[in-house]
């Protein structure tokens, strides 16, 4: 074995402390939040910046915890997500793969369209405005169908299966397969990776979704959690009176903040191990192979 040279070296040296400078950067912010969240409210006052709690205290956690309907509105965000998450998969999937075959007439036509809406849209207020019309306030619906394609993640997939094997597809026909069987049989099996990307993403969209819910949504029997942590993070502030108080307990606004970040982050990160293999492969959809 070769003996490497010493600018080899200091270049895997540079390399490493640049590695570690990156990762503390980013691990320093979670750690941040997450201590801010259980610090007591006597070292907050000592102490402007907490990476590690002397004393923890689950106060904030007890005053976000402390109604019930914060319950409520983490079971309308995973039902939101889940569903929503289908829906789109579904939706998406079946728009690409048809615009994915050579022999679709107009499908250049169609691809433009698609595109155009990535660069301009109706508005906020047209969009309120159909909405409306077609009844959807106040419902689920509301919070599915204005954004059940995404047109970025359409165009990505469409990429993806214009690479999978035509002879598949055409084996599958002398089989006496039709073009949704073959595409439920062969394409989605073999498009795991992509379908558990766009899973991932449309997933992490519906539980982050905060203005699509304050603009179509006055029930707040189905608020989602991020409308409710909202509400919270302003009770803790003084921004407004609610006749369900939360809790008597008196806890610093920043500790509350900090909670509320947590409480929102938490699940998505969760997830995110169980799709890391699928997401590292699905990340270079559509890319140019040499």
Known sequence: MR???LGSKVFDAANHFVLLLV???????FLYVISGSLVSSEELLVKKVVLIPTHISWDAYRYIFSSKIIYQSLLNTVFITVVGTFINLLLTTLMAYPLAKKKLRGRNKIMLMIVITMLFNGGMIPTYLVVKSLGMLDTYWSLWLPIAISAFNLVLLRNFFQQLPEE????AKIDG???LRILYRIVVPLSLPA???FALFYAVGHWNSYFSAVIYINNSNIWPIQVWLRQIVMLSTGGFTDA???SEVVV???SIKYAVIVVAA???LLLYPFLQKHFAKGVLLGSVKG
């Open 3 to 5: 003996e490497r040279s």
């Open 23 to 29: 990762g503390i950067v980013t691990v320093l912010p």
């Open 252 to 254: 610093p606004p920043e």
């Open 168 to 171: 598949l597809e055409e084996s």
């Open 266 to 268: 938490v699940p998505v």
């Open 195 to 197: 379908m558990a990307t």
């Open 177 to 179: 397969c039709n073009d």
């Open 244 to 246: 369900n108080a939360l």
